[in-house]
């Protein structure tokens, strides 16, 4: 089992910024993706952001592009987001995910998540 416990989010005004942190745990693999999913009320969940195992490769939904970034921290078995310049949309619950493999968008295809962290941007 692998567990994953986000951190980092809170109230923050619109055109501000949050870090946030996924940190993993217990029976973690070498060679897996992690990935950033969000939920806002009465929305279904959406991919966020993704990175692959040696952080090489990164991959950012539209609507983030040029604000979030993704990165982690292997030795720390830790993945952030930075998030700039949050707009009230960015307003979910944000939860961290992984999988074997490489990086992909498909909620189902994610084995293991986190309970998630909220977020709320005020206009």
């Known amino acids: 089992q692998v567990q994953l416990v986000e951190s980092g989010g809170g109230l923050v005004q619109a055109g501000g910024s949050l870090r946030l942190s996924c940190a993993a745990s217990g029976r973690t693999f070498s060679n897996s993706a992690m990935g950033w999913f969000r939920q806002a009320p009465g929305k279904e969940r959406e991919f966020v952001a993704g990175?692959?195992?040696?952080?090489?490769?990164?991959y950012y939904a539209d609507s983030v592009k040029g604000r979030f970034t993704i990165s982690r921290d292997n030795a720390k078995k830790t993945v952030y987001l930075q998030m700039n310049n949050l707009e009230p949309e960015d307003t979910a619950v944000y939860y961290c995910?992984?999988?074997?493999?490489?990086?992909?968008?498909?909620?189902?295809?994610?084995?293991?998540w986190g309970q998630g962290t909220q977020v709320t941007v005020s206009s």
């Open positions: 990175i692959t195992w040696y952080g090489v490769v990164t």
């Open positions: 995910a992984t999988r074997r493999g490489t990086v992909i968008s498909s909620i189902g295809e994610y084995d293991y």
